[in-house]
């Protein structure tokens, strides 16, 4: 696999150098063919400005990649731009553009939209956020991606965009909607408790070979609701790490036999029962 990362520093953004630029040079490269893997980094000071400079570069510039399987649109460390700071934009315009993609990762929920999320061969699509909006989930649940295996999503919380509720996310458990799928991440989740509560005994199982919940606010209440289920016995992995768990309940994951994480345990805060995500800000 051939794999280039492309970014724009703060200082050279000041200086004058374009993402769009250094994409029109990659693409007339002597690698650009053979290129399979493309991260898109920092664009240049991505906390106020928008990512349509790289879609518009990425679809116009696409007949020259036609290796390319994988995709990640975002990738920036905190230094760089905080997860809920990172202004994104439409970025269903680059399916079309890249009928043999595989893999989409975005990083950053603000303002990002994917209205027309429509593509015969991507098989993974991850979306790591603070915030993840109801307009993206619904937009995810009412997509076409026959052929998708991975949906890995990070729900975050309200005060950094996600402003939906459970109500939002039962679409996405439907047998039907990926019927493919055998890999469901929601995760890093305010919610996580009725997320577990829904997934129990939901027939989606039946296709999961893993279900991932983990970075975010489950308890007890939620983690007895899926020991208690026979169709969680099915999974081949179950990430419940980065939890708030008791003990009792940790030793009863631990010797259930079956193939469960239940690391990273957090503590609450006492007197409120404050309990937080792994990724907000």
């Known amino acids: 696999m051939t794999e280039v990362k492309l970014s724009i520093g703060y200082d050279e953004f000041e200086e004058g150098q374009r993402i769009c630029t250094e994409i029109e040079k990659l693409s007339s490269s002597s690698e650009s063919s053979s290129l399979t893997s493309l991260i898109i980094g920092?664009?240049?000071?991505?906390?106020?400005?928008?990512?349509?400079?790289?879609?518009?570069?990425?679809?116009?510039?696409?007949?020259?990649?036609?290796?390319?399987?994988?995709?990640?649109?975002?990738?920036?460390?905190?230094?760089?731009?905080e997860i809920s700071w990172i202004t994104q934009s439409d970025l269903s315009p680059l399916l079309p553009a890249f009928p043999?993609?595989?893999?989409?990762?975005?990083?950053?929920?603000?303002?990002?939209?994917?209205?027309?999320?429509?593509?015969?061969?991507?098989?993974?699509?991850?979306?790591?956020?603070?915030?993840?909006?109801?307009?993206?989930?619904?937009?995810?649940?009412?997509?076409?991606?026959?052929?998708?295996?991975?949906?890995?999503?990070?729900?975050?919380?309200?005060?950094?965009?996600?402003?939906?509720?459970?109500?939002?996310?039962?679409?996405?458990?439907?047998?039907?909607?990926f019927p493919k799928l055998t890999y469901l991440g929601l995760k890093n989740s305010q919610i996580q408790d009725e997320i577990a509560g829904a997934l129990a005994d939901a027939p989606i199982l039946d296709q999961l070979d893993t279900l991932d919940l983990s970075l975010g606010t489950l308890s007890d209440e939620?983690?007895?609701?899926?020991l208690a289920s026979d169709r969680i016995k099915g999974l081949k992995a179950l990430n419940l790490s980065h939890h708030y768990m008791s003990d009792e309940m940790i030793n009863r994951w631990q010797k259930s036999g079956l193939p469960v994480d239940v690391s990273d345990k957090q503590e609450s805060d006492d007197e409120e029962d404050w309990r937080y995500p792994s990724i907000t800000e």
């Open 42 to 81: 920092d664009w240049g000071q991505a906390y106020e400005n928008g990512s349509e400079e790289v879609v518009e570069a990425l679809v116009t510039h696409s007949a020259s990649f036609p290796a390319l399987r994988k995709l990640f649109i975002g990738e920036m460390s905190s230094e760089e731009c």
């Open 222 to 226: 939620g983690a007895e609701l899926l």
């Open 100 to 177: 043999e993609l595989l893999s989409l990762t975005i990083q950053g929920g603000n303002e990002l939209s994917l209205s027309e999320l429509k593509h015969d061969k991507l098989e993974e699509l991850i979306i790591i956020s603070g915030g993840l909006g109801t307009t993206v989930l619904e937009h995810i649940a009412t997509s076409q991606l026959p052929n998708l295996r991975k949906l890995e999503l990070y729900l975050g919380v309200e005060d950094y965009g996600f402003d939906g509720s459970l109500a939002d996310l039962l679409p996405l458990i439907e047998v039907g909607t």
